[in-house]
């Protein structure tokens, strides 16, 4: 039977896991994660947590409290992380780690919503050694842990039209005692306002009410161009802080092309988009051919 809940969602992985295979083989990699996972999932019972499931290198959780997700969030990189004994053959290798709370549908042993992948949002977003947590995560904090957390960026969730603040706890002492103010992203030397797509007939636009936009041949991206060299979600256009990003996320990669008639390749990164220009997917696509897509942006 189905139950809603209001959780901390907490999902922990090893970082360069695929590389530990290939450089020390699977059974010394394989060992290594585990030992990883089994200390995840033993920090996670030890502050009142719950863990949902594992997969491969990495271990979802959620706790009753923020509070309790970060104690365990903090012993799991302590333990880990911070281990560098190379004694028993171990290799020393270090987590990320990202926190939401919201809530949940839980189901069986599994949890469903969109607070997950938010959680999950900000696993991706956090680096090796990071605890990261949104900031309604913050917003539901003791005093005490609050205290530890610096605000380190703004990023697009998908499904949200709003942007979610990014902190950071700081879980080492010695990063606590440094720490530097809080920066105040919000309307932060926003200059750029609106980005216009336009693609034969199809005109999408990002900007504060609609922060993305999804480009590729699956017919559920916003904007659908078909192509052999077009990957099913190709890229990605996102507002970030007054600022528009062009992400690749392909095979082939993306071609910009600017209104002096520059051109930029990207494969798996991103690059800012201003003025206006031409977008070609896979390809190199001049302006009024099938496969070109038009960008302006409006500052």
């Not at 390749?265 to 070109?292: K, M």
């Amino acid at each position: 039977m189905a139950k809603d809940l209001e959780v901390a969602i907490l999902f922990a992985d090893v970082v360069g896991s695929t590389q530990l295979y290939d450089k020390f083989g699977d059974t010394t990699a394989s060992e290594t994660v585990s030992r990883c996972l089994d200390i995840m999932k033993d920090a996670t019972h030890q502050f009142n947590g719950t863990v949902i499931k594992t997969i491969g290198d990495e271990v979802m959780s959620t706790f009753p409290t923020v509070d309790d997700a970060m104690g365990a969030a903090s012993q799991m990189q302590k333990r880990i992380s911070n281990d560098k004994d190379k004694s028993d053959g171990h290799i020393p290798v270090s987590i990320r780690i990202g926190c939401h709370f919201g809530p949940v549908v839980q189901e069986r042993n599994d949890i469903f919503g969109a607070a997950v992948h938010t959680a999950n949002r900000m696993t991706s977003q956090a680096k090796s050694r990071q605890v990261v947590m949104s900031g309604t995560s913050v917003d539901h904090m003791s005093d005490e842990w609050r205290a530890q957390t610096r605000q380190i960026d703004l990023a697009t969730v998908r499904g949200r039209l709003d942007e979610v603040a990014l902190f950071e706890l700081l879980w080492q002492p010695e990063e606590a005692t440094s720490m530097l103010p809080t920066i105040e992203w919000e309307n932060k030397g926003r200059s750029a306002t609106k980005l216009t797509l336009s693609f034969r007939d199809s005109v999408v636009v990002v900007d504060d009410r609609n922060k993305s936009a999804n480009l590729g041949r699956a017919d559920d991206n916003d904007l659908v161009i078909k192509g052999n060299l077009i990957s099913r979600i190709h890229a990605k256009v996102e507002m970030r802080r007054g600022k528009f990003i062009l992400v690749d996320q392909s095979t082939n990669g993306t071609f910009l092309q600017n209104a002096q008639g520059e051109e930029i390749f990207i494969r798996r990164d991103t690059s800012t988009l201003s003025g206006e220009g031409i977008i070609g997917l896979g390809r190199v696509a001049q302006p009024g051919t099938p496969l070109a897509i038009h960008y302006m942006c409006e500052e």
